[in-house]
Structure formats: structure tokens, C-alpha cells
């Protein structure tokens, strides 16, 4: 009962300070909405279609040989990437560069009327295609780059060929000049036919990819990011009532705590409630807010409130072991703010949690943090118990050995 | 019957370079009395205080409240006592009476019981006007009060306060020393520090002198003031600063401590009045200055403080 008024009042300390609300509630939502907004509100973890606008100023290499920029005009304007790309063919370069500083199109792919000469000719000189770019916008003129570097690199592999038959050939003793270039053309057309029929870039199959659920319904964007930052920003929230012990020490309330027949176990036990109730109020007004403000749907309800629960140990666990090490308030703000913000990079609480495969899956399961992501995006991909009972497990196991740390070094000070 | 026997209390911070706070330190305060630490700034009083609150284990000796031992029995220790701590100990973004509240809560009180007992010590602490008013929103003295009525909730046995009217004004500060008189007068035994010599002087049956650390006194008024001898004081005030003067003064012979002057004022210590009083003002016309006010009384704390240390009580 003492341990629960103790609670209550930490609590209600903490959701009375405007400016941490900011930080634990505000700040979390902002984010997501913004990334939310940037990657589009589809349901689909899709980007929305780039506009592009390409100059193709290539005159070919001589009349009737096929243009290497037809080729990639060809490439940028492709119907199956239609979804990534909007494609306006415009006649110059400074009209292509005119229409991004007006703000009409994010990137002008411009292709060098010398590009195929430059690419029958054995140096490179003029052959450079030039992307123009939105300097404050990132995604979208990355994938036109992707596309247009694909594209290059598979001409580039048909000079070659075409270079390597003509080598062969005059070693055979063809002589005849127009002969030649026919095989060269020839054999370039071949490369390059063989090239384009992989897809350049397939941006839809870097999409999430759970083993075993590509069938499943792919979660919204915004709830994605969401999660991530819900669960970056609680340990911000978990910090403030940590830091209380240090606060109350320094203001006498915590000496005049030890001198009422409250033990001193109550008294930590009532502090560690309260950094419990304060995240979980936390996870749960972000919860709904996502749901309610962006759409989001959380999954299956038994396996949300059970990760929601796990989030918020994990939480108060990363608060109270941060200040535990700290001397005074202000220490313990700055320590704790640089481990939560390398915590968030390992775990991929910056990325959306989606996009992680390979390597960074493995990797970030050495932070509580990123078990319980692996654990949301098991759910928002439509999983339920199995897809969280191991980082369910694992993420309290980290708890578990966090609190025992910070219950030892307050022991140690205040007992 | 003694209430609080302290026995050989001893306390260093940060051995073995750190100061000892507490050195050797024995004393008892009977059944209903109110027993004043006096000393100086660093004295050990809070520390000593803090040792009888069970907040500090000591490094040597040990006391028993209530005949329970704070070493060994701290939890009935802390049932028996309620403690004023000298620097405010309230959470100021509550109101008064969710201090209250929340303060009795963690003596075990519950219910409709706490909230009457809050009421009560609103009532007595006056502050029932502005019980929902934040602490911070709080004038000084209100705050010394609250912190005052925090410890009382749980009707304690013992009362510890640790120097409660610092830095106040005159008329809070009289209803403290009238509240603590009433507390005593209700039955509750009363350990009160302060540096102010005459509160101790007010309020105290009893009086410890301490000094870096050290119990240097102990007893009632008259038995501590008869440690000066048979001494009289004199006070007078001078119509201009008299350091000089003091100085001199304190070379005749018959003179056996004279205090630091304070704006003109201060009082010296002195075998025969009678003897002297020509002296001090050919003295004084020496370096032109005049004598405007003197008095004999008898001697106080201030003057014990002086003879056992050879140090005003506040510099
Ligand atoms: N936490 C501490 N750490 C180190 N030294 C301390 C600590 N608390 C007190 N001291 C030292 O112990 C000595 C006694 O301090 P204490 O607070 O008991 O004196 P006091 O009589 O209450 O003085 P005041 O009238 O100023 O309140 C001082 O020298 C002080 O510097
Ligand atoms: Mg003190």
C-alpha cells in the first residue's frame, strides 16, 4: 500500500511536467506522422512514385543503331515502375532543370546527346547522364539514380561486348569496316537485350520480408515507425522518474522518507512501480493515438497487450539502471540520454522496424530494444504467440539482469 | 526515567580524511523533556540528530529511544519518533494537505482516520486557509510550518527538530517556539537544535553544548552558567564601532572574556562590576568614543559558550 502512494504521487509528478510530456508523448507522434507522410499513407510499405522528369539528348551513335538513351528513358519509364517513377519526357536539359527548381518534379535525369558514341568509342569521355537533383529530399532521387546507374552499368557491360567481338573478330581477319560495327552492334543489342530482361530494380521485393508471411497483410507505414519511436521515447519516459531517487535525495524528501517506519525496500519498490506506470500510460495513449490518429492496426490484441506490458519492464529497467550509475540529476540526464540513443541505433528503433534483414536482424538482438521490435513486427505482420515468445522472453531476461544491476547500486547508496 | 540515553556516538564522513562530525558524544534526555543541542555552524547537531533518526549508522556507540536501540531496532525506533529536518523536506508541486496526506500515509495511517488527523494538524499549524494551495506557492515560514506538521501526523512520542526557525520571520517564529512549548507541555518528549542562544535559553529543561563534534556541556541552565563562576556581565553599546576598543578592554585585568562588538554593542565578562565600570568609560574617552547604554546582568549560554571555547557562539 506505502509502495502504490509512492507510485502514485512519482506518477503524477511526472504527467505534470509539460515540457516531459512533450518529450515522451509529442515528440513520438510527430515523428511517426512525418515518416508516416514521406513514405505515403498506402497501406503498402510502398514509396509514392517519384516525378522524374527526363531530357533524352541522345542522337545515337549513327542512323538506325539502337540509342543507348532510348535505353534508359526506356528503363525510367517502364510500366512496371510505375508505382516508383512518374515519368515527363522534356526536349532540353535546362528545361528538365527548370521544371525541379520550380519544385514540378524531385529529380531531372538528363542523358548526354554524345552517349552513345561515347559508348562505341572505347573512352568514356561525354558519357556521363546527369541526375538533378532536390538537395532536401533523399528517396526519391536515390531510386531514379538506382534506376539510371542499372541501366548504365548494363551498357556499359555491352560495350565491352561489343569491344570483345570486334577484338575477336579482326583476329578472325574480318577486316571490313561496316562489317565491324555491324557486329559490334550486333553483339551489343544481344548484352544489352539480356541485361534488361532482369527488372533494373525491384523496390516492392526489398519490402518486408518476414520468412514465410510474404502472404500476409503488410501494416502501414506510420504504424511501423511508430513502434519504434513508442519504444525509444520510453526509456526518455522511464528516466524521469528514475532521476526522482537522485531528485528526492538531493531535496531531503528521500532522508525523511528513511526516517518514517517505511522500509527502505517499500520505498524502492515504490519507486520502481512508478517508472513502471509511467511508460506503460505512455505506451498505451501512443498506442491509441496511432490507432486512432494514424490508422495504424496493432495486430492481434493478446500479443499486443503482452508486448506492451514486456515494453514498458524493458523501459523502467533502461531507466533505472542509467541513473543508478549516476552521482546527481543532471549526470544522470546526460548519461542516460547518450545510451538511449545508441540503444535506438542498434535496435533499429529509427528505421521502422521493416526493412531489416540480414545481418542488422541478428544484430540488434543484443538490445532488449530490438527483441521487442522483432516481437511488433511480428504481430503487425500478423503473427501471434510464436512470432513473440522468444523476444518476449529474451527482452525480460534483459530486464530482469537490468533491474538486479540498479537494485544493487541504490542498495548500495541509500541502504 | 530516561527517555533517550546516547552513549559514546561517534560518526566520521569520508574516513579516514573525512571530518568527524560526531566524537564521542554521551548524554539522556528524561521522560517529557525538552532537551536543546546548541552550538555553532559544523557543530555535529544535525549529525547527531540524523544518528537518533536512524538515517546515519554511527561508526561507534549506539543510543536507545524508547529503550530501543537505532542500530539494532531501527524500525520501532522510527515509529516512536517524528522528525523535523532542518532544511524543508516537501514535495512542491503537491498542495499542503496532499503533503500531509501523503506523509501520514508512509507513518501506516489510512482512511478516515488520516484525513481527520490532517485536518487537525492543519488547524494547528494554520494553515487551513491555503491547505490546497502548492508548497511552492508557499511563503517561507508557511513551508517551516508544513514541515513541521508533517512529523506530528502520527502523534510521536518523540519529537526531533532540527534548527525549525531558521531564516524566518519574528512572528513564525514565535508560534513555532509557542507550538513546541504546547507539543512538550501535551507530553511529548523534545530534542531541539538551534543556534540561537535564546531559544535554547526559552524553550529548554535541559541543554547540550556542542562544538566540532564534541559535547562540551551538559545540563540545566543555571548549572551550565554556574561553569563561568562568579562572574556578572556587563552589556553596553558604544556610539560607534569598537573593535579597537574591545581589544583593549579585554587586557584589564578583572575582565575575563569580551564578546565580539556588533554594531557598537557587546558584553564582557567581568569579575567585579563595580570595580570596572570606571575603567571601561575613561576607556572609552581615550579614543572618543562614548558609552550610550549599559546594564549588568547575570551571565547566559552566550557566555558559557565563550569561557569553555574561548569563541563567540556566532561569528
Ligand atoms: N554528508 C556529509 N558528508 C561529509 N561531511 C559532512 C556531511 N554532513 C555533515 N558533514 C560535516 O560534519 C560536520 C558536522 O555537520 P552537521 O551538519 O552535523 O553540523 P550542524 O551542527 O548541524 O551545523 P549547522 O548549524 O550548520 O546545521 C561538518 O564539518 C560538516 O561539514
Ligand atoms: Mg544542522
Redesign the interface.
Request: hydrophobic share 35%; net charge positive; charged share 25%.
Given at each position: 500500500?506505502?509502495a502504490l502512494?509512492i507510485a502514485w504521487?512519482d506518477t503524477r509528478?511526472v504527467y505534470?511536467n509539460i515540457a516531459g510530456l512533450a518529450l515522451m508523448l509529442v515528440a513520438p507522434l510527430l515523428l511517426a506522422t512525418a515518416l508516416g507522410a514521406a513514405f505515403g499513407s498506402g497501406d503498402n510499405f510502398s514509396i509514392a512514385a517519384v516525378k522524374t522528369v527526363v531530357a533524352d539528348l541522345d542522337v545515337g551513335a549513327e542512323a538506325g543503331a539502337p540509342a543507348a538513351g532510348a535505353t534508359i528513358a526506356g528503363a525510367l519509364d517502364n510500366p512496371d515502375m510505375a508505382d516508383l517513377l512518374d515519368v515527363t519526357k522534356v526536349d532540353t536539359a535546362v528545361t528538365a532543370k527548370a521544371t525541379v527548381d520550380a519544385g514540378d518534379a524531385e529529380v531531372a535525369v538528363i542523358i548526354p546527346s554524345g552517349l552513345s558514341a561515347a559508348l562505341m568509342a572505347s573512352d568514356s569521355a561525354g558519357s556521363e547522364v546527369q541526375i538533378y537533383r532536390d538537395p532536401a529530399l533523399s528517396v526519391g532521387p536515390a531510386i531514379a539514380t538506382a534506376v539510371v546507374s542499372s541501366v548504365v552499368q548494363s551498357l556499359n557491360g555491352a560495350r565491352a561486348a561489343a569491344a570483345a567481338s570486334v577484338h575477336l573478330a579482326v583476329s578472325l581477319g574480318v577486316t571490313e569496316d561496316s562489317e565491324l560495327a555491324d557486329l559490334a552492334s550486333k553483339s551489343a543489342e544481344a548484352f544489352s537485350g539480356l541485361a534488361q530482361s532482369e527488372p533494373p530494380v525491384t523496390l516492392e521485393e526489398r519490402a518486408p520480408l518476414v520468412p514465410g508471411l510474404e502472404q500476409q497483410k503488410r501494416p502501414n507505414v506510420a504504424s511501423q515507425v511508430l513502434v519504434g519511436m513508442m519504444l525509444f521515447f520510453m526509456l526518455f519516459g522511464a528516466a524521469t522518474p528514475s532521476r526522482s531517487i537522485l531528485d528526492e535525495h538531493r531535496?531531503?524528501?528521500l532522508?525523511?522518507?528513511?526516517?518514517?517506519?517505511?522500509?527502505r525496500s517499500v520505498i524502492l519498490g515504490g519507486k520502481y512501480i512508478a517508472v513502471f506506470l509511467v511508460v506503460l500510460v505512455q505506451a498505451i495513449i501512443l498506442l491509441l493515438a496511432g490507432w486512432l490518429l494514424l490508422g495504424a492496426h496493432w495486430g492481434a490484441l493478446g500479443p499486443v497487450v503482452v508486448l506492451t506490458l514486456c515494453g514498458a519492464v524493458v523501459a523502467a529497467s533502461l531507466g533505472l539502471v542509467t541513473v543508478s550509475f549516476a552521482k546527481t540529476p543532471a549526470q544522470a540526464g546526460a548519461v542516460s540520454s547518450a545510451i538511449f540513443v545508441f540503444i535506438g541505433l542498434i535496435s533499429g528503433s529509427f528505421t521502422g522496424g521493416a526493412n531489416i534483414g540480414g545481418a542488422f536482424a541478428i544484430v540488434r538482438r543484443v538490445s532488449p530494444l530490438g527483441w521487442l521490435l522483432e516481437g511488433w513486427n511480428g504481430v503487425l505482420f500478423g503473427g501471434s504467440w510464436q512470432s513473440i515468445a522468444l523476444p518476449v522472453v529474451a527482452a525480460l531476461a534483459f530486464a530482469l539482469a537490468f533491474f538486479g544491476i540498479a537494485t544493487f547500486f541504490f542498495r548500495r547508496r541509500y541502504a | 526515567m530516561e527517555a533517550i540515553v546516547v552513549e559514546g556516538l561517534r560518526k566520521q564522513f569520508d574516513p579516514p580524511k573525512g571530518p568527524v562530525a560526531v566524537d564521542t558524544v554521551s548524554f539522556q534526555i528524561g521522560e517529557g523533556e525538552i532537551f536543546s543541542l546548541l552550538g555553532p555552524n559544523g557543530a555535529g547537531k544535525t549529525t547527531t540528530i540524523?544518528i537518533l533518526?536512524?538515517?546515519l549508522r554511527p561508526d561507534g556507540g549506539d543510543a536507545r529511544v524508547g529503550g530501543f536501540s537505532v542500530t539494532r531496532e531501527p524500525?520501532k525506533v522510527?515509529?516512536l519518533?517524528g522528525?523535523v529536518?532542518q532544511?524543508?523536506?516537501?514535495?512542491e508541486?503537491?498542495s499542503g494537505r496532499e503533503n500531509l496526506l501523503?506523509?501520514g500515509?508512509?507513518?501506516?495511517m489510512?482512511g478516515a482516520a488520516l484525513n481527520k488527523r490532517v485536518d487537525e494538524v492543519l488547524e494547528l499549524i494554520g494553515l487551513v486557509d491555503r491547505q490546497k494551495d502548492r508548497v511552492d506557492k508557499y511563503s517561507g515560514g508557511m513551508k517551516r510550518r508544513v514541515n513541521i506538521g508533517?512529523a506530528l501526523l502520527h502523534n510521536p512520542r518523540f519529537l526531533y527538530f532540527d534548527e525549525p526557525t531558521v531564516g524566518i520571520d519574528p512572528q513564525s517564529r514565535r508560534s513555532i517556539l509557542d507550538g513546541v512549548k504546547d507539543l512538550n507541555a501535551s507530553g511529548v518528549t523534545v530534542l531541539y537544535t538551534t543556534h540561537y542562544m535564546e531559544e535554547a535559553q526559552e524553550l529548554s529543561h535541559r541543554i547540550g553544548i556542542m562544538d566540532k563534534g564534541a559535547m562540551i556541556a551538559t545540563g540545566t541552565q543555571d548549572e551550565l552558567v554556574r561553569l563561568v563562576g562568579e562572574r556578572t556581565r556587563i552589556d553596553l553599546t558604544l556610539d560607534r564601532e569598537a573593535e579597537t576598543l574591545a581589544a583593549r578592554w579585554r587586557e584589564l585585568p578583572g575582565v575575563s572574556s569580551v564578546s565580539a562588538p556588533d554594531d557598537g554593542s557587546m558584553w564582557l565578562s567581568v569579575q567585579d562590576a563595580n570595580v570596572l565600570m570606571p575603567k571601561l568609560f575613561d576607556g572609552a574617552r581615550a579614543v572618543g568614543a562614548r558609552i550610550i547604554e549599559i546594564s549588568l546582568a547575570e551571565p547566559n549560554l552566550e557566555m558559557v559558550f565563550l569561557h569553555l571555547t574561548g569563541r563567540a557562539l556566532r561569528d
Open positions: 500500500m506505502r502512494s504521487k509528478h505534470r531535496e531531503g524528501t532522508a525523511r522518507l528513511f526516517t518514517t517506519p517505511t522500509p | 540524523s533518526s536512524c538515517l524500525e522510527k515509529a519518533i522528525v529536518p532544511d524543508i523536506a516537501l514535495y508541486d503537491m501523503f506523509w500515509r508512509m507513518y501506516g489510512s508533517a
